[in-house]
């Protein structure tokens, strides 16, 4: 069956420090995967996409990787500071031009001072 | 630009009753997407448009459960009847295909309790 798993539920880090997520998916063949921001209460805010044939995206202090042979993508935050504490979510798309994602379950980042 | 708008931002109501949640995608936007979250299930998709046409709604729960999006500039999501199953928060979401990124822009949301 289809599954996309994110490490886990809930990571806590000391601020400075580096921060890896994993989100790694069965039974998918994305083209693309995104990574998303959620504070509470709110939406989710788009950080990242990479596409199957980059291995690495950069973005300020953060970096995602894709594996396709793995399954898997990590999302670092380098330098992360307490504002880096929420919810990030992966996301891949199902086909159909990148339209249709269907997204991880997430996990929540607490970035302690 | 507002960004995505949902109304109403918190919805309480009884089972049995008629719900519809609306949505304005942002100007420009050429995709909208309704999704519903819940800690059980997480965020799922439950329909998408392309060009004010239902593409893909695989996701909708039951047929209590329907969308229109009459225009570019609105859609409702209508639930008819609630149950309390129905609980969770539904979020609507925009974007421009062939944008390259495909992101999609998330509004705030519509928190929907079912008693």
């Known amino acids: 069956s289809q599954k996309i798993e994110q490490n886990s539920e809930a990571l806590n880090i000391q601020e400075g420090k580096t921060a890896t997520l994993t989100c790694n998916y069965t039974?998918?063949?994305?083209?693309?995967l995104q990574w998303y921001r959620q504070d509470p209460g709110r939406g989710p805010v788009f950080l990242l996409l990479i596409r199957e044939n980059e291995k690495e995206k950069r973005k300020e202090r953060l970096k995602v990787t894709f594996d396709t042979t793995l399954k898997q993508s990590l999302f670092h935050i380098t330098a992360s500071q307490p504002a880096d504490s929420a919810t990030y979510l992966c996301a891949l798309d199902k086909g159909n031009y990148g339209q249709n994602f269907v997204f991880g379950p997430g996990t929540r980042l607490s970035v302690l001072p | 630009d507002a960004g995505v708008i949902q109304s109403p931002r918190h919805e309480v109501t009884e089972m049995g009753q008629e719900v519809t949640l609306r949505c304005k995608p942002i100007s420009g936007h050429n995709s909208l997407f309704w999704y519903r979250q819940t800690m059980m299930r997480g965020l799922e998709l439950l329909i998408y448009f392309n060009n004010n046409v239902p593409i893909d709604d695989s996701g909708m729960p039951e047929d209590r459960f329907s969308a229109k999006m009459p225009n570019a500039s609105f859609s409702t999501l209508k639930i008819q009847p609630s149950e309390p199953r129905d609980s969770a928060v539904y979020f609507c979401?925009?974007?421009?295909?062939?944008?390259?990124?495909?992101?999609?822009?998330f509004g705030p949301g519509t928190r929907l309790t079912v008693l």
């Open positions: 979401a925009s974007s421009q295909r062939g944008g390259g990124s495909n992101e999609q822009f």
């Open positions: 039974n998918y063949s994305p083209a693309y």
